[in-house]
């Protein structure tokens, strides 16, 4: 079973706005990850945040994360066309050997 | 910069055939994944290796599919026979498996369509 669970399942927004994706989770976690995938590629990491981290930047991406409402917000802010991607979000909750479980993903479109 | 290595890139196999896919992962990752991927969803974990050995596979069907990682370094995943609705993306993926550094790096997958 995927352990979190992304919304909104596809967001189309304009070159430039800022793009918010949430993520939700069920379990305790070590930490939560967000992967951008092109289609029919590969999956890419975009940034990582501990249990006991709230909000983290990686150049133009924000994420946060509130663990007592077990949930997470990616944010891209000036998007561009590029930025057109599934994004999802994956937890690592086991402690000795860490174990990925992803959600379903959220469809970003950047009309140029 | 390192990648990890999948091949085949697309695989076409008629049912009830045998298939194999190959990942060699980042040098130096201890952890190795290798994810299914259906078109439209996210990743779903099949199995999940510490060097050489399995420490998550609840997901994999066993009836059918096998994967090994003899020397704890590159990864074979085999189905057989293959059935219709094992028609998706096969992902591999590698992490430094160290408890810290978690983050994975998979490879470009290989498509399969069993026909």
């Known amino acids: 079973s995927q352990q979190g669970e992304e919304d909104p399942q596809a967001l189309s927004i304009q070159e430039g706005e800022n793009a918010t994706m949430n993520c939700s989770y069920k379990t305790s976690i070590n930490n939560l990850q967000w992967y951008r995938q092109n289609s029919g590629r590969g999956l890419v990491h975009l940034i990582l945040?501990?249990?006991?981290?709230r909000e983290k930047h990686s150049g133009r991406l924000r994420v946060t994360l509130d663990t007592s409402k077990k949930s997470s917000s990616l944010l891209i802010t000036a998007s561009r066309a590029a930025d057109t991607a599934s994004y999802f979000c994956?937890?690592?909750?086991?402690?000795?050997?860490?174990?990925?479980?992803f959600g379903k993903g959220i469809t970003l479109s950047v009309r140029p | 910069e390192a990648e990890v290595a999948q091949s085949p890139r697309y695989k076409i196999t008629e049912k009830s055939q045998a298939v194999a896919f190959w990942c060699d992962p980042i040098s130096g990752h201890a952890t190795l994944y290798w994810y299914r991927q259906i078109l439209g969803q996210g990743p779903e974990l099949l199995v999940q290796f510490q060097d050489e050995s399995v420490v998550d596979d609840s997901q994999l069907p066993k009836d059918r599919f096998s994967a090994e990682r003899l020397k704890g370094v590159d990864s074979t995943l085999k189905i057989q026979p293959a059935e219709l609705g094992d028609s998706a993306m096969y992902l591999c993926?590698?992490?430094?498996?160290?408890?810290?550094?978690?983050?994975?790096?998979f490879g470009q997958g290989t498509r399969l369509t069993v026909v």
């Open positions: 994956a937890t690592d909750y086991t402690g000795a050997n860490s174990k990925l479980t």
């Open positions: 945040i501990r249990s006991n981290e």
């Open positions: 993926a590698s992490s430094l498996g160290d408890g810290m550094n978690t983050e994975a790096f």
